[in-house]
């Protein structure tokens, strides 16, 4: 047996720790070279992307793989319900596209950035801006108030400021000045009870007319699947959707409405499927008005001649 050495009695120092950023280096390599992840495992991380059609025309989802709670597919929301979405109409593309080309990407950010406007335009789109500024706007159409997935309740068609400001006006200064000389006159000699016709007859037309111009006219939603042709239905290009012989599409709408049938500006919107009997009966109620309001001034004249 050898004698021992200097180096067996005094062992050498173990070697002093490596950095922590060369420790944090060589672990990402050393994780860098484990094998890449099966197509179609779950990923920890995921994309969602949200993307909306101009001026909220219904609304598409894509998303990836959501990371623990979304994931399952048997979780929902608090309520229960799967999310809905929106209905996407058959409006003209040629507006899509301009409502499109507002909205451009910022050079410099991530963000959107939207076109500056004149404040005033001295059109109609004044009025849109700053009285249908909350509504959803499809086309010429204003949704002021829809359902969960987009149908309209509540809608103003692209002449309702001629609707606003000059058929409501007169209908209620004309028969109120009828009814205020005359109807509710005591020195006139009519009988007490006819106001309570004449009266009705305002409001029922209002109302009618209300029914009319707020009602959805029979927008449809746009259909490119390819079995429509076999159905009989036509393609309109100025849609980008197909169409049934009964609907036509509408310049001052820009949408595709079915049975439709032309523009009325003194009640603001187009007369289709939706609203053609509550146009019927605003046209007759208002002749009723009208022909009873006239009748009652040639009375009240030719009394005070006689």
């Known amino acids: 047996m050898s004698p021992p050495t200097y180096a067996d009695s005094h062992p050498s120092p173990p070697p002093p720790p490596l950095p922590r950023s060369i420790s944090l280096a060589s672990t990402a390599m050393s994780a860098s070279t484990t094998d890449p992840p099966e197509e179609g495992s779950p990923k920890t991380n995921s994309a969602r992307l949200e993307v909306e059609t101009p001026e909220g025309n219904g609304r598409e989802q894509a998303s990836g793989v959501d990371d623990g709670e979304s994931s399952h597919p048997d979780n929902n929301d608090d309520d229960g319900s799967d999310r809905m979405a929106k209905k996407v109409f058959a409006v003209s593309v040629r507006w899509e596209r301009e409502q499109a080309e507002r909205i451009r990407p910022s050079p410099g950010s991530s963000g959107p950035v939207v076109r500056k406007k004149h404040c005033l335009t001295f059109s109609t789109e004044d009025f849109n801006r700053f009285f ?20 309209p309740l509540v809608v103003a068609g692209p002449c309702w400021p001629f609707c606003t400001f000059v058929t409501v006006p007169l209908i209620v200064v004309l028969s109120g000045l009828v009814g205020y000389f005359i109807v509710s006159n005591p020195n006139t000699g009519l009988p007490w009870w006819f106001a309570l016709i004449y009266y009705p007859i305002v409001v029922f037309v209002l109302s009618v007319l209300f029914c009319v111009s707020c009602q959805d006219p029979g927008l449809m939603e746009r259909v490119t699947d390819e079995e429509a042709a076999e159905n009989g239905w036509f393609w309109n290009e100025q849609v980008g959707s197909y169409r049934p012989a009964g609907a036509m599409y509408c310049r001052e709408c820009k949408a595709l409405v079915y049975d439709y049938d032309h523009v009325c500006p003194w009640t603001g919107t187009a007369i289709g499927k939706g609203n053609m009997r509550q146009f019927k009966l605003f046209v007759f109620s208002v002749n009723v008005l009208c022909y009873l309001s006239v009748g009652l001034v040639i009375w009240q004249i030719m009394d005070k001649i006689t």
């Open 132 to 151: 249908c500024c909350c509504a959803r706007r499809v086309g010429s159409m204003f949704f002021l108030a829809e359902k969960k997935d987009g149908s």
